[in-house]
Nanobody
């Protein structure tokens, strides 16, 4: 059974930083591309960043470019999202997802999802 679990969310002041982590078990982690998504109250789910299975290719939403960095450690079955210069607009539930076939920032490209970790940025 596949489990995806996010951690590292919390409350931070605007301009601050957080590092989200996501571990996946029950799958061959280094065969999966991994993505981070977020959903703010009353809004749809938005793709934030994704990374290819061996970490060579990375993609960021325009809202994340220059502030967020995605990385992965396949030895630990873990993907990270380093978030700097956080803004109140970054407040959302952040989800991690694993996919095999088509990678990118579309949620339809992912097969397995975590329960999310809340990020709240105070102004």
């Amino acid at each position: 059974q596949v489990h995806v679990r996010e951690s590292g969310g919390g409350l931070v002041q605007a301009g601050g930083s957080l590092r989200l982590s996501c571990t996946a078990s029950g799958l061959n982690f280094d065969l999966y591309h991994m993505g981070w998504f977020r959903q703010a109250p009353g809004k749809g789910r938005e793709g934030v960043s994704c990374i290819s299975s061996v970490g060579i290719w990375k993609t960021y939403a325009d809202s994340a470019k220059g502030r967020f960095t995605i990385s992965r450690d396949n030895a630990k079955d873990t993907v990270y999202l380093e978030m700097n210069n956080l803004k109140p607009d970054d407040t959302a539930m952040y989800y991690c997802a694993a996919g095999r076939i088509n990678w990118g920032l579309s949620s339809s490209s992912y097969n397995y999802w975590g329960q999310g970790t809340q990020v709240t940025v105070a102004s």
